[in-house]
T-cell receptor, first 112, second 112 residues
């Protein structure tokens, strides 16, 4: 069974640009969550989607947004990039009735 | 109240020794406590998890001890091996929220 797949693995963007990251959950998993990991702040929850609906949201500015498609794949978008947005962005998927979250390898975003 | 405090920040253990990492929480609504292992360049991998109705859970060389009254839980790695050298994160969540609160991480180094 394939794990959580995140694309791309690495991205370099310029301040002010926008970026879209993609996540394909484990087959059969319907919940997808996104986390930001930085050396200073650690792992922080961004948002969670289930059946195309955002059910939970962390304390991030509106520049961070996401969506989920009918096949459970999810994307997150960051607009007007800032240097501080440089981080490893992790996606996790969960079965609809389980608490176990399985993470992908992440997308390393560097903003220059 | 949403924080999970993790200690120590770093840990050096001799091969064959016991590694112990501690976490404490405040929110009594948390009912699921996983531990994740993360290697450089990889996403966090679920190691072992426990719920508050159990005081201890063991899987191979990994054991979680849980003290509900003290609101603390710990990870014990028995017979630590150099391959265990990684960063370990504790986390907590309330079932149904799919939002994990992570500890700050412990960088473990096992000396050969």
């Amino acid at each position: 069974k394939a794990g959580v797949t995140q694309t791309p693995r690495y991205l370099i963007k310029t301040r002010g640009q926008q970026v879209t990251l993609s996540c394909s959950p484990i087959s059969g998993h319907r919940s997808v969550s996104w986390y930001q990991q930085t050396p200073g702040q650690g792992l922080q929850f961004l948002f969670e989607y289930f059946s195309e609906t955002q059910r939970n949201k962390g304390n991030f500015p509106g520049r961070f947004s996401g969506r989920q498609f009918s096949n459970s794949r999810s994307e997150m978008n960051v607009s007007t990039l800032e240097l501080g947005d440089s981080a490893l962005y992790l996606c996790a998927s969960t079965l609809w009735d389980s608490t176990e979250a399985f993470f992908g390898q992440g997308t390393r975003l560097t903003v220059v | 109240q949403q924080q999970v405090k993790q200690s120590p920040q770093s840990l050096i253990v001799q091969k064959g020794g016991i590694s112990i990492i501690n976490c404490a929480y405040e929110n009594t609504a948390f009912d699921y406590f996983p531990w994740y292992q993360q290697f450089p360049g990889k996403g966090p991998a679920l190691l072992i998890a426990i719920r508050p109705d159990v005081s201890e859970k063991k899987e191979g060389r990994f054991t979680i001890s849980f003290n509900k009254s003290a609101k603390q839980f710990s990870l014990h790695i028995m017979d630590s091996q150099p391959g265990d050298s990684a960063t370990y994160f504790c986390a907590a969540t309330t079932s149904g929220t799919y939002k994990y609160i992570f500890g700050t991480g412990t960088r473990l180094k096992v000396l050969a």
